[in-house]
């Protein structure tokens, strides 16, 4: 047994633990990955990437076919945080619109007129995902917001473990949104759902792999993973992949779901997204004029 043990440990089959951080790096790694975060929203701005999207809802007993979309993702620094825009050309493989870049097009050069109409390309489908919650978090940027400098004080961090993710050393970190009551929240959904969950940071860059997003309410529940790669040509990690799972149910008086029948109903679905070809145009969002 010794003799197999040594040698899986010099063939490299035995994983070499990772010391646990320590509480006194929680303030240099959260200061990092905030100082990364307010690069990566400048850099990232107007890079468009091919998106898969499939989106199933889950019935017990029932098959249901799920939706998909074929989408320019457009990622574009805000004044508020980065955002993702979804612009699908192909719903279940037909056609909607032609395929070209047009959130591209408009915002090379933005203006307050192109960047309504920006937003209104991006609307032209958000009817097919039934509800708004959906519509809300199917964002694969939208926990990156938790760990600007400016959300950070309205959060805690735990440091929770080092462990390795495509072959990058990382640190673990768990964050939850700090509730106050009579307080709107981050995510602003229909009932004010906290926000909690994990960020994979590298501590030597602050550069972050892989989040994971919990919103949570009396009548919602949405887990959102994204994974992140590395980007050679332009040097900067993009999301890879995205699988999500929502839950709620309806509340009287407060109908989210566009089909529902009404109050206590209760429905699931299931998220998930691939990323292919990246395509870059910057966007200064900034020098906008009217």
């Not at 097919?128 to 694969?140: E, G, Q, S």
């Amino acid at each position: 047994m010794r003799l197999l043990m040594a040698v899986m440990i010099l063939t490299g089959l035995v994983p070499t633990a990772l010391p646990p951080p320590q509480e006194s790096e929680s303030t240099e790694l959260l200061a990092k990955a905030a100082d990364y975060y307010g690069r990566y929203r400048v850099r990232a701005s107007g890079i468009s990437i091919d998106e898969q999207y499939t989106l199933a809802q889950l019935v017990p007993g029932r098959t249901v076919m799920p939706v998909r979309f074929t989408s320019d993702l457009v990622l574009l620094n805000t004044a508020d945080r980065l955002l993702a825009l979804r612009d699908a050309y192909k719903v279940d493989n037909v056609p909607v619109r032609p395929a070209t870049p047009r959130i591209l097009e408009l915002l090379s050069q933005p203006t307050s007129e192109k960047w309504q109409r920006a937003q209104a390309y991006a609307e032209e489908q958000q009817f097919r995902f039934l509800f708004d919650l959906i519509v809300a978090l199917n964002d694969p940027t939208v926990a990156l917001q938790f760990i600007s400098r400016e959300m950070q004080p309205k959060c805690t961090f735990t440091l929770e473990k080092r462990e390795k993710l495509d072959g990058v050393a990382v640190t673990r970190v768990a964050f939850k949104e700090t509730r106050t009551p009579g307080e709107k929240l981050a995510l602003g959904t229909p009932h004010n759902a906290d926000a909690s969950g994990r960020f994979w940071i590298d501590p030597a860059s602050g550069a972050i792999l892989k989040t994971q997003l919990w919103a949570t309410s009396t009548h919602e529940s949405v887990v959102v993973t994204v994974t992140y790669a590395k980007d050679v040509t332009l040097d900067l990690w993009l999301p890879k992949k995205m699988t999500e799972t929502y839950q709620w149910k309806e509340s009287e008086g407060v109908l989210t779901n566009r089909t529902s029948r009404g109050y206590d109903e209760r429905m699931s679905f299931q998220g998930d997204a691939t990323y292919g070809a990246v395509r870059y145009t910057p966007v200064d969002l900034s020098k906008m004029t009217r």
